[in-house]
């Protein structure tokens, strides 16, 4: 049997959830181009860099404030946290790198402690309220919220993953037992 022939990577592995029309829609059907164009039509559509620095911005104006969410910062470097989130989806958006979803630094960044549930529905009623305040275009802000709910789980089980591996004991809502 001869072997495959070598073909380059996607910069996507086509099984992403990503922005479509219909809300999240698997990559699995779709070509590279067609993931492409999804994506830059999502970017264009929201707003693109301007949009994502307004809507950082503005998120970690809120989460200074909240006495939910502000404890688990470590260093409250506001401006940091709003750039470093900003990057994350110009990388994935803007850039078209949807493997930056999965970038081990912010795996990392939420492995140090335990998200509970009201932790992360909390970051996405911020979120949400960040973007309302902002006049968020539709249906761009909800295709991108229905990602963030998808993306907080992850980020969600990372933070479990880990707390496990520390052998720390929690309820199902992420509470320490």
Not at 22 to 44: H, N
Request: no cysteine.
């Amino acid at each position: 049997m001869s072997p495959r022939p070598i073909t380059p990577a996607p910069r996507h592995d086509g099984k992403v959830l990503l922005v479509a029309d219909q809300g999240l829609q698997s990559g699995e059907q779709m070509s590279a181009a067609q993931v492409d164009r999804k994506v830059s039509d999502f970017w264009t559509g929201i707003g693109g860099a301007g949009f994502f620095q307004a809507l950082t911005t503005r998120f970690y104006e809120l989460v200074a404030q909240d006495e939910v969410l502000r404890p688990l910062f470590a260093v409250p470097d506001w401006e940091r946290h709003a750039a470093r989130l900003y990057d994350h989806f110009r990388r994935i958006y803007g850039e078209n790198d949807l493997t930056a979803a999965w970038d081990p630094r912010m795996h990392r960044a939420h492995a140090h402690f335990l998200i509970t549930r009201e932790q992360r529905l909390r970051w996405l009623a911020l979120m949400r309220e960040a973007g309302t305040q902002l006049d968020a275009p539709e249906p761009h802000f909800g295709e991108f919220l229905t990602i963030m709910k998808v993306a907080s789980g992850e980020m969600t089980a990372v933070s479990r993953g880990a707390a496990l591996v520390r052998r720390e004991r929690f309820h199902w809502d992420g509470t320490p037992a």
